[in-house]
Nanobody, 132 residues
Framework: QVQLVESGGGSVQAGGSLRLSCVAS?????????VGWFRQAPGREREGVAA????????????YYADAVKGRFAISQDNAKKTLYLQMDSLKAEDAGMYYC????????????????????WGQGTQVTVSS
């Protein structure tokens, strides 16, 4: 079993920045995980924001972004800490919501990063509020 814990949410003004962290623990082994960030605002469906990999021996730094956040958000990782970060800059009111990280073992399979049904493990979420 893998546990995910998010942190870093908060309240900022439009144009501000936040950095979210997603720490994986438990039976992660030496596997490769695709870790995605999803957000959900009241009355809206959960949507994929960005994703990256942790745990890869080759240090894969491939990352994926939704069009709405390209150029403003950035994924980074610390494999030793089994942590994936989401740096969010130039925040807009529409970026507000509950942010969740999710993970799926992709050691022997691929996954579509923006599809929430692909993920097996989910964190509890961290709230992001953006005031205009």
């Amino acid at each position: 079993q893998v546990q995910l814990v998010e942190s870093g949410g908060g309240s900022v003004q439009a144009g501000g920045s936040l950095r979210l962290s997603c720490v994986a623990s438990g039976n992660t082994g030496s596997r490769t995980y695709l870790v995605g960030w999803f957000r959900q605002a009241p009355g809206r469906e959960r949507e994929g924001v960005a994703a990256g990999y942790i745990g890869t021996i080759l240090g894969d730094i491939t990352s994926y972004y939704a069009d709405a956040v390209k150029g403003r958000f950035a994924i980074s990782q610390d494999n030793a800490k089994k942590t994936l970060y989401l740096q969010m800059d130039s925040l807009k009111a529409e970026d507000a919501g509950m942010y969740y990280c999710a993970a799926v073992d992709v050691s022997y399979r691929s996954a579509i990063w923006y599809r929430s049904s692909e993920y097996r493990y989910w964190g509890q979420g961290t709230q992001v509020t953006v005031s205009s």
